[in-house]
């Protein structure tokens, strides 16, 4: 009884190895197909965030950045810089947008020197601003010029004040973590290596602009695929998100396409957001219908 006891225990230390290897596959195969943890996507702490996705935009969306500023004299810093010309002067039509809504206390600023952009001179207009805007064009201009730089971190100040920070189409997408369309080849590239880090103002996101003008509705979904720790959150022209820290409202005339990974009865892996809607950064869902 003794012996064969023992003969059956040696059996199953015998066959213990193989079968902790077969176990192996299938623990890495569930750990493979275990779902990812949901974007973790916030707004800045204090402060406001205007995300617009280009084109004409109505005093809604300019207007309620004045507002958020502090009204028509409040100091507000425009950044032309991703239009990508070497100079911008008093006369530059990214001030006249301004000023037909009534602000009286505007300033540029620009530089391609990142030297320049990491002065305590330089900035020091956004150390007085209530708000900034980021005018469109070509967001690795605004990469290669700021991004890591005190005009960066000034930013981020000036929210932290409780200030507002705005953008259109590149303004829009630097003012995310993951930054799309950064290629100097082409905007037509979605995801660049060396130009995918925004400004990071909202955390957790990737931001598309002009998507039903540039038929751009599914693009943002390789992106969420590849980096499921992003929400996609593309924007339509004339149409804009006012980002707090726990969630955001859609201002404007178009629709805002959100791209959380799963898929919708359509078929797509996307969905609409329209005026007045607004959307819950804690649960990740939009709130319930005006």
Known sequence: M?????????????????LVVLAL?????????APAPPPVTRGPEHGTLIIAGGGSLGPEILGRFIQLAGGKDAEIVVIPTAGGEAKYGPDCA???IFKKLGATHLTILHTTDRKEADSDAFVAPLKRAKAVWFVGGRQWHLVDSYLGTKTEAEIH??????GVAGGSSAGAS?????MVRGARSGNEIVMAPGYEQGFSLIT??????????????GDLDAVVVKHPDVLG???????AIEVKHDGFKVLGVGHVFIHDGKEQPNGGHYYLLAAGDTFNLDTLTPSEKR
């Open 25 to 33: 596959p299938a623990a890495a195969a569930q750990a493979a197909t």
């Open 174 to 178: 630097i003012q995310a973590s993951y």
């Open 157 to 162: 100040n000036l929210l932290a004040r409780g």
């Open 233 to 239: 959150i593309g924007i339509d022209q004339s149409t």
């Open 94 to 96: 990214c001030l006249g």
């Open 204 to 217: 957790g996101a990737a931001v598309d602009q002009h998507v039903t003008a540039r038929h751009r509705e």
């Open 2 to 18: 003794r012996q064969s006891l023992c003969s059956v225990v040696r059996g199953l230390l015998s066959v213990a190895p193989l």
